[in-house]
């Protein structure tokens, strides 16, 4: 039979108030009214002369009295503490059940106890009805509910309440949870008694908000009441993100949120004079609240009191309140401290920012005549304080020096909050540490001697990754194998133990690339260190790539391996990080060489079918990134970057006569293109043109300037918007020699590289086919060789579905267009391509961003009359 909780509670509350009010209870059999004495007298003090233990238990008798506290030969008075100290040590074990101590026997000054007691029972199987399978396990988990657990009324009560809170936080407002025990016989150990449970959870319907009902209200209407609470929405098909379901404690949120409302705009008096909640029917409720706006409030005189550090003046320019501005309740929070931004301008932050950690900074109304607030700011100052210690734990893998040079905070150092805060935020951008979960414990402090420990607390985060993937683009199959060793460790490169699978933990970052399919063949390898020599944030870089390229023939449909185009490249760079305007800034530079090898691969863009180019490059970039906290999900900051990359001027010294060649080549392509040459001198002219292109594009010569910004901002909580802009220019010294065939800029599609690597850069424009965003000729015929000018603009929402270490997932829906042109005669920025739509991505730390977007085109492409439609993107190893 099933023992009821109830009736399970009953009992234990019964014995429990037994026990504390009766602490002892004698009882003297027949046999010991012979003994010397036969009752204890109130008071009268005993030496114990045994003690036994009776009842059913698993425990030793010895194990049972070491609980107790008591032991033979100990003076005890009958009754007194001792007695009631070793029931409630014996109750608060949580081991044993009907708790009781008797006189056995009294033999001159000599007592003899019994304690008699059994174990509580013990849980063998846990039963949940009511939810999904899948979710079981979980409950069993939050909830300790393991094999072999105590069964205490204290394990029933919490099990329950925890259940009913959890539902309820999800909408279902009638949960209801009823836990049954049933009694079951233990065959191996027949003193123990085991206990299966059955948890039966009834959740009901979810309880949606129909109505919220506002009284008393003139100065604001309901509507911007109902807008103003974040958390409880009234039913409305328009609510997505956040829905109409009724939670206790949001609720109450909300209503401090109605307050706060009013506050903002003077109405100091505002309060809620009553709130209720009218059950409709089992899937509906209505919200009841009654106001009371008060008057309108205007600030008055402010002064500082206590401060002796910052002048009036200072104060005054930070608190940005002035004699005359309506009551803002709210904002003169913000400004005495604003807890939702870390970085805010306002006092404690002023004083935190120097040092002054336990400072204390309290606005007081001193009058409110006449609807005139005058405030006194009452500053606690202290004493400056000084970081004594700073520590780092958690880091299992990374090296200690990887993150302590990370660090803007020193032992010695005064402190600074805006330190603090940046340390966490460079921790975070290492990509070897879960951003969600770093934190920081300030032990030790001593407000006296203005000193306090530091200590950041990191949890470490799978920090390599494998590509390993296939698709269908670019004509073909194509096929990648990647890994990318973010926390490498070269140093230990011939230390065999350290591999795990590969040496970590100094930071390093090694990656390995090989991409093939029947079109080409690409072979990458690059290495970093990001702090070369160990003292500076110069961060050296170097990379070697091999691409061989084949042409596509049309009759067979596959890559004809005798037209091929190879491409060697290496480059080397240094970036570093600066201090002005300030340390968000990096100036990085770079080296670059490609060969490009070209046989009988014949195209509009490659004239010289047989020849070679060359591309010596110098890149400078400046950049500014200053979004926080984790680089896959940042909800603030900005960055942007702009860089130039510059070949020599080889025109200018080579002596070769470029305009002669214009004009030579301009000649020979009338020829092409005139019917009335024989097809021999045609060829002849053909063959002409290659020479001289062989000759124009020997050695590379132009200039490529790039821009690219993002900007972050969360609206509401976890709700953030990015917009981002990029431009990109391809330019030539020489305008005889014109532009060249390499470098180039080809928009539209995911922003994946394709197979033709000849130094060109793919753009993502989603809702349109990859590279297919190509200027047009004076036909308005597309010219498939890519841009020397292109612009785009973005915006998207982004809002997580969970930033955990194992996998952060986000949506997002985006608006972006972009346009692409091949002179700056043509060049019409706002003459976009648009488009819109919805992603996901999935973020995890062994297979770095995932994504799928589907996009809608709105414009045609180039060549095309109608609106290309909707496209399906997936994404790889990159974000938008």
């Known amino acids: 039979m099933g023992k009821q909780v109830n009736k399970l509670t009953n009992k234990v509350l019964l014995k429990t108030y037994l026990l504390f009010i009766f602490t002892l209870l004698f009882v003297v059999n027949n046999q010991a009214l012979q003994a010397q004495e036969t009752n204890p007298q109130n008071g009268e003090k005993y030496i114990i002369g045994g003690i036994a233990v009776v009842g059913e238990t698993s425990f030793s008798e010895q194990t049972i009295i070491t609980y107790s506290g008591l032991r033979a030969g100990e003076e005890v008075i009958i009754p007194g503490d001792k007695i009631s100290t070793a029931i409630k040590k014996l109750w608060n074990s949580n081991l044993f059940n009907n708790i009781e101590i008797y006189v056995n026997r009294i033999e001159g000054n000599l007592v003899y106890l019994e304690i008699r007691l059994e174990d509580l029972p013990e849980l063998n199987e846990v039963k949940i009805n009511g939810v999904k399978k899948n979710k079981k396990e979980k409950l069993i988990t939050e909830n300790s509910l393991n094999k072999g657990v105590k069964v205490t009324e204290n394990l029933l009560t919490t099990t329950k309440n925890y259940l009913v809170n959890k539902y309820k936080k999800e909408g279902f407002y009638n949960t209801k949870v009823h836990i049954n025990t049933i009694e079951i016989e233990d065959t191996i150990q027949t003193s123990k008694t085991v206990m299966n449970m059955v948890v039966n959870i009834d959740k009901g319907k979810k309880v949606k908000v129909k109505d919220i009902n506002f009284s008393g209200n003139s100065i604001i209407k309901d509507s911007k009441l109902k807008k103003a609470m974040k958390n409880t929405k009234q039913k409305n098909i328009t609510h997505i993100l956040k829905r109409s379901k009724y939670i206790s404690a949001d609720f109450k949120e909300d209503l401090n949120s109605i307050v706060n409302k009013y506050k903002e705009i003077g109405y100091r008096d505002a309060r809620i004079l009553s709130d209720s909640l009218v059950v409709l029917d089992e899937k509906n409720v209505a919200l009841y609240i009654d106001l009371e706006e008060g008057e309108l409030y205007t600030f008055g005189k402010v002064s500082f009191i206590g401060n002796t550090v910052y002048s009036d003046q200072v104060l005054r320019r930070t608190l940005r309140i002035n004699p005359g501005d309506t009551y803002n309740g709210v904002l003169l929070e913000k400004r005495i401290a604003d807890t939702e931004n870390p970085d805010a301008i306002d006092i404690t932050n002023l004083y935190q920012n120097n040092g002054y950690l336990f400072s204390t900074i309290n606005p007081v109304e001193v009058s409110a005549e006449g609807n005139i607030i005058d405030l006194e700011i009452r500053i606690s100052e202290g004493k400056p304080v000084y970081f004594t210690d700073i520590s780092v734990v958690g880091n299992d893998v990374t090296n200690d020096h990887v993150i302590y040079r990370e660090l803007f905070t020193r032992p010695g150092q005064l402190y600074n909050k805006s330190n603090v805060i940046r340390t966490i935020r460079e921790l975070s951008q290492l990509g070897f540490f879960d951003a969600a979960q770093i934190a920081t414990n300030f032990n030790n402090p001593n407000p006296n001697e203005g000193t306090i420990d530091l200590e950041y607390v990191v949890v470490e985060t799978g920090s390599s990754q494998i590509e390993l993937q296939g698709g269908y683009g670019g004509g073909g199959f194509i096929g990648t194998l990647g890994l990318s060793f973010n926390n490498f460790s070269l140093r230990n490169i011939f230390n065999l133990k350290t591999y795990k699978p590969v040496p970590r933990g100094d930071g390093q970052k090694l990656a390995l690339r090989l991409q093939a399919s029947q079109f080409y063949q690409t072979y990458s390898f690059s290495f970093t260190e990001p702090w070369l020599g160990g003292q500076k944030p110069v961060q050296f870089s170097t990379s070697l790539s091999h691409t061989k390229q084949f042409l596509y023939d049309s009759r067979t449909g596959k890559a004809d391996k005798d037209k091929r185009f190879n491409i060697t490249g290496i480059s080397v760079g240094l970036a570093k990080r600066l201090n002005v305007p300030d340390n968000f800034f990096t100036l990085s530079q770079a080296l670059s060489y490609q060969h490009y090898n070209l046989k009988n691969y014949n195209t509009g863009l490659f004239t010289f079918g047989d020849g070679y180019s060359n591309n010596l490059a110098y890149t400078i970039g400046l950049s500014r990134n200053s979004t926080f906290n984790d680089p896959v999900f940042p909800v603030g900051g900005s960055s942007f970057n702009v860089s130039a990359k510059l070949t020599l001027p080889y025109s200018l010294f080579n002596n070769v006569d470029y305009h002669a060649l214009k004009v030579e080549r301009e000649e020979l392509s009338g020829i092409v293109s005139d019917p009335s040459y024989t097809n021999q001198e045609r060829v002849d002219a053909n063959n002409g043109i290659a020479a001289i292109d062989q000759e124009r594009f020997k050695w590379l010569e132009f200039y490529k300037i790039k821009f690219k910004a993002d900007w972050y901002a969360e609206i509401v909580k976890k709700l953030v918007l990015k ?130 977007d589907l996009g809608y085109g709105f414009d045609p492409v180039p060549g095309q009359t109608k609106a290309n439609g909707w496209e399906t993107h997936f994404i790889i190893g990159q974000q938008f």
């Open 723 to 852: 917009p981002s802009a990029e431009f990109g220019f391809l330019g030539a010294y020489n305008q005889d020699r014109g532009d060249i065939p390499f470098e180039r800029f080809f928009l539209g599609g995911d922003g994946l590289g394709s197979y033709s690597l000849d130094g060109r850069e793919t753009i993502g424009l989603r809702g349109y086919p990859n590279q297919s965003i190509q200027p047009v000729d004076d036909n308005g015929v597309p010219t498939n060789d890519g841009g020397t000018i292109y612009n785009k603009f973005s915006l998207e929402l982004r809002y997580p579905i969970t930033l955990k270490q194992q996998a952060k997932i986000f949506v997002l829906g985006f608006m972006e267009g972009g346009i692409s042109f091949n002179n700056f005669k043509d060049y019409s920025p706002y003459d976009l391509k648009r488009s819109a739509g919805a992603g996901l991505r999935v973020f995890m730390p062994a297979f770095g961003l995932l994504g799928i």
